[in-house]
């Protein structure tokens, strides 16, 4: 379920708040920095550290909401 930053940001697109442990901010923290590919690591690395032995659970996870986010027009 997204978590209070994600109903802050449904609510207000400029809404800046994501917290780490919902995948779906994590998801939306990525897709903030494309096309800056540098930015969009750094994320992905701060997001690595932060759920350290969780990550290989958690990337895929990510990585299909961001799927999941480019087919639905912004
Ligand atoms: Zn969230």
Not at 20 to 30: E, K
Not at 64 to 70: N, T
């Amino acid at each position: 379920m997204p978590c209070q930053a994600c109903a802050s940001f449904t609510a207000n697109r400029a809404s800046g708040a994501y917290s780490l442990r919902c995948l779906h901010c994590c998801a939306r923290l990525i897709k903030s920095a494309r096309p800056l590919r540098r930015l969009q690591e750094g994320h992905i690395a701060a997001l690595k550290r932060f759920h350290g032995a969780a990550w290989p659970d958690v990337w895929p996870e990510i990585q299909r909401l961001l799927k999941e986010a480019s087919t639905t027009p912004d």
